[in-house]
């Protein structure tokens, strides 16, 4: 099956700092990508939606500007945390839709990145 | 907007036995797809099955089923023979257009 990877998958760094997660889709071209974020205990929360070569579309609540997510090819897209502070803290978690639809329209999801802001 | 329903926060099963999580979900559109997802201790979100809203058959995958009743906007999901290793939070999940989202969870204790 299709593979999406996430890089880091562990990241700790101090409050005010800015932390950048990768998301790549390993065999397949992602013509669309997908921010989640999790809080422990809770759901999958969707933060925002990428199209390669345009601006993301972000959730309401969801500052377009702490949340910076750029898609520039069909397989990376990128979100920077910028100016963590201990309340994102979170599981991030990616997911891609296969350019050729899919697995019955499947959405493959990377592995998720840890942040822990101190 | 769409809205995904998972009532049971924890459900508990016999090992060798079957177990049935159920969800319902909100929505007038008449295309969707239905998806459930097995997410262990590691994070990793693991597909389980899928059933399109079209789809005549309730869909099954091994030892998972969708009991697919749209009338009344479920989609449970079946586990059948439980195995230790099912133990995990189990997510259902819609989409329309590529826009998923997820009910709140159930975490399954399956029991020796």
């Not at chain 1, 422990?40 to 910076?68: C, I, R, W």
């Not at chain 1, 979170?90 to 997911?95: A, K, Q, V």
């Not at chain 2, 994070?43 to 869909?59: K, P, R, T, V």
Request: proline content about 3%; aromatic content about 12%; charged content about 20%.
């Amino acid at each position: 099956g299709a593979v999406v990877s996430q890089h880091p998958s562990r990241v700790i760094c101090k409050s005010g700092t800015s932390v950048k997660i990768e998301c790549r889709s390993l065999d397949f071209q992602a013509t669309t990508m997908f921010w989640y974020r999790q809080f422990p205990k809770q759901s999958l929360m969707l933060m925002a939606t990428s199209n390669e070569g345009s601006k993301a579309t972000y959730e309401q609540g969801v500052e377009k500007d702490k949340f910076l997510i750029n898609h520039a090819s069909l397989t990376l897209s990128t979100l920077t945390v910028t100016s963590a502070h201990p309340e994102d803290s979170s599981f991030y978690i990616c997911s891609a839709t296969d350019l050729a639809g899919g697995r019955n329209n499947e959405q493959f999801f990377g592995p998720g990145t840890r942040l822990t802001v101190l | 907007a769409q809205k995904i329903t998972q009532t049971q926060p924890g459900m508990f099963v016999q090992e060798k036995e079957a177990v049935t999580l159920d969800c319902t979900y909100d929505t007038s559109d008449p295309s969707y797809g239905l998806f459930w997802y097995k997410q262990p201790s590691s994070g990793e979100m693991i597909f389980l099955i899928y059933q399109g809203s079209y789809d005549q058959q309730n869909a099954t995958e091994g030892r998972y089923s969708l009991n697919f009743q749209k009338a009344r906007k479920s989609a449970n999901l079946v586990i059948s023979a439980s195995q230790l290793g099912d133990s995990a939070m189990y997510f259902c999940a819609m989409r329309k257009n590529y826009d998923m989202r997820f009910g709140a969870g159930t975490r399954l204790t399956v029991k020796p």
